[in-house]
């Protein structure tokens, strides 16, 4: 696993100049984690803020959401950052509600718009002092 911490940003559509906005005030910050992005979200990104390394996945709708969950999954991950719409229908919907799943599986610090992100990204949990994830009681669901 990375010693820096990984932060994942992933935008819906109609939220994604909201997230360049975000990256773009707290790139300094930003610079000191690792960073994966959905596909379209990582490239708005990357072109908004070209001195942050992003890693791109897919695209939500064609898998994006899954990696990143598989990432909170395999405690690969320590904070996401996921700006939804909630006003419009998604095709990949279930992926999304998934990811939201597995991050409060896991207990994953997890933004879903600016006002949170803004807390979030100061939070002394954020900055490395305590970047491993809960292991969900398993109860009967064994691994
Ligand atoms: O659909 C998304 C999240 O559910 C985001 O995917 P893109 O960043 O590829 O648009």
Same mark, same amino acid.
């Given at each position: ?34 960073? %994966? ?10 072109? +908004?803020?070209?001195? #942050?390394?992003?890693? /791109? =996945? ?46 409060? %599986? ?10 949170? +992100?803004?807390?979030? #990204?100061?939070?002394? /949990? =954020? ?17």
């Amino acid at each position: 696993m990375s010693a820096t911490p990984i932060l994942a940003l992933v935008a819906h559509d109609a939220k994604k100049d909201a997230m360049v906005e975000f990256a773009r005030r707290h790139k300094d910050k930003l610079s000191a984690f690792d960073l %994966v992005a959905t596909g379209t979200t990582g490239g708005r990104i990357q072109d +908004a803020c070209p001195d #942050l390394n992003i890693t /791109r =996945l897919k695209s939500g709708p064609l898998g994006g959401d899954q990696q990143i969950g598989a990432m909170i999954a395999d405690g690969k991950l320590q904070g996401l950052f996921f700006f939804v719409d909630p006003l419009s229908p998604m095709p990949h919907d279930v992926d999304v509600k998934a990811l939201m799943r597995l991050a409060v %599986v896991y207990d994953m610090p997890m933004a879903l718009n600016p006002a949170t +992100a803004d807390i979030l #990204l100061r939070s002394a /949990r =954020l900055a490395g002092l305590k970047t491993t994830s809960t292991t969900p009681e398993v109860g009967n669901y064994s691994s």
